[in-house]
């Protein structure tokens, strides 16, 4: 069974940068992939981008290249960690944020159906 937390969310006024966190726990992540979606009313869950546990391959939806950067944190303290990097906030981004798992990794899978983990989400607000 593996666990995913979401942290770092909160109210941010537009142009600003964000750093959301996802901590991992749970069984061996071998060939496991990690990814951040966004959840709003109207949309449902997007795809943001994704990345191999150990391998550091990521993918980001074209939309999101350029102001959302995913990463692995690979310090002592935060092995378990999956960062997402949101720059020039504006307010069309404010949504809950969650990150997912599923075994395997490959640069098709983006959608929610495509992954069996979630944490509870975080949620964004971004100001005008």
């Known amino acids: 069974q593996v666990r995913l937390i979401e942290s770092g969310g909160g109210l941010v006024q537009a142009g600003t940068s964000l750093r959301l966190s996802c901590e991992v726990s749970g069984r061996a992540l071998s060939d496991y992939s990690v990814a951040w979606f966004r959840r709003t009313p109207g949309k449902g869950e997007e795809f943001i981008a994704a990345?191999?546990?150990?391998?550091?391959?990521?993918?980001?939806?074209s939309s999101m290249k350029g102001r959302f950067i995913i990463s692995k944190d690979n310090t002592d303290n935060a092995r378990n960690t999956v960062r997402l990097q949101m720059n020039n906030l504006s307010p069309e981004d404010t949504a809950v944020y969650l990150c997912?798992?599923?075994?395997?990794?490959?640069?098709?899978?983006?959608?929610?159906?495509?992954?069996?983990?979630w944490g509870p989400g975080t949620q964004v607000t971004v100001a005008s």
């Open positions: 997912a798992g599923r075994r395997g990794y490959s640069s098709s899978l983006r959608s929610a159906a495509d992954f069996d983990s």
């Open positions: 990345t191999h546990w150990h391998g550091g391959a990521t993918y980001t939806a």
